[in-house]
């Protein structure tokens, strides 16, 4: 099996002053990562469902997450004027 090439981007983290890790990833992440984003646990918004949803998107106040207006109105069965 031949090697695969791992992506462009080598992103490190430390904490306490350690390096404890290196990701290899591709340029949209590292983007996203590099940009000092502000990360949190959203296990709490994936609760196993029937129907299943995903939080991208979504507005973020820095404690938690919640539809933008069109999603809620779908929701409801609101139709929001387009």
Same mark, same amino acid.
């Given at each position: 099996?031949?090697?695969?090439?791992?992506?462009?981007? #080598?992103?490190?983290? $430390?904490?306490?002053? #350690?390096?404890?890790?290196?990701?290899? /990833?591709?340029?949209?992440?590292?983007?996203?990562?590099?940009?000092?984003?502000?990360?949190?646990?959203? $296990?709490?918004?994936?609760?196993? #469902?029937?129907?299943?949803?995903?939080?991208?998107?979504?507005?973020?106040?820095?404690? /938690?997450? /919640?539809?933008?207006?069109?999603?809620?109105?779908?929701?409801?069965?609101?139709?929001?004027?387009?």
């Amino acid at each position: 099996m031949a090697n695969a090439q791992l992506p462009p981007n #080598k992103i490190g983290f $430390s904490l306490d002053g #350690k390096v404890l890790d290196v990701f290899h /990833t591709d340029d949209r992440l590292a983007a996203i990562l590099l940009s000092e984003p502000v990360i949190f646990d959203a $296990s709490e918004y994936y609760v196993e #469902k029937e129907d299943g949803f995903n939080i991208v998107g979504w507005d973020f106040d820095g404690k /938690t997450a /919640t539809p933008p207006v069109e999603v809620i109105a779908v929701d409801e069965g609101i139709h929001p004027v387009q």
